[in-house]
C-alpha cells in the first residue's frame, strides 16, 4: 500500500511539473499554437481560434520595447526571462495553483511612425485556460494604450 501511494504521488507531480515549451523565434516567427484551447497568438491565421490581433504602437521600436518592459515589470507574478532588442519572453505565474503561462513580444521593424508587436501567450499545462491568456492580452493592450 505504502509503495501504492508513492507511486501515485510521483505520478502527480509529474502531471503538474512544468515542462519548457517551444519558445523564441524562429525564421522570424514566434512557436504555433498547441492544439490545445490554451494559447493565443497574433500569428496565427485570422479565421483561427488561437487569433489575436497584433499590438501596435505609435513611436520607435526601443519606445514600444521599453514600454512593454515597464507594462511587465509593474505586472504582479511576473518575471521577464528574455530581453532582448526584438524580443521579449515573460513567465506570468498563477496565484492559487502556480501554473506558469509564457508571453511573448517580437518586435517589427518601425513603419511610418509605428510598431507593430507580435504576442503569444500560452498555458504551460492543462488543456484550457477558461479565456485567461486572451484577457491577460487585452489588459496588456489596453495598459500599452493608456
Do not use: W
Not at 519558445?23 to 479565421?47: D, I, M, R, T
Not at 515573460?90 to 513603419?111: N, W
Request: with cysteine; hydrophobic share 40%.
Amino acid at each position: 500500500m505504502k509503495k501504492f501511494l508513492y507511486l501515485l504521488v510521483f505520478i502527480l507531480l509529474q502531471g503538474c511539473s512544468s515542462i519548457m515549451p517551444n519558445l523564441g523565434v524562429s525564421n522570424g516567427k514566434l512557436a504555433a499554437c498547441p492544439s490545445s484551447p490554451n494559447c493565443v497568438s497574433s500569428q496565427a491565421p485570422v479565421s483561427d481560434k488561437y487569433y489575436i490581433e497584433p499590438i501596435v504602437l505609435k513611436g520607435s521600436n526601443v519606445f514600444a520595447h521599453d514600454k512593454v518592459l515597464a507594462v511587465l515589470e509593474s505586472s504582479k507574478r511576473t518575471k521577464v526571462v528574455v530581453n532582448e532588442e526584438n524580443y521579449i519572453h515573460a513567465e506570468f505565474t498563477s496565484l492559487v495553483f502556480r501554473f506558469v503561462d509564457d508571453v511573448e513580444f517580437l518586435f517589427s521593424q518601425e513603419r511610418d511612425g509605428e510598431v507593430s508587436i507580435d504576442i503569444r501567450s500560452a498555458s504551460r499545462v492543462g488543456h484550457s485556460d477558461f479565456g485567461v491568456n486572451r484577457k491577460r492580452m487585452a489588459d496588456i493592450r489596453g495598459k500599452l494604450n493608456k
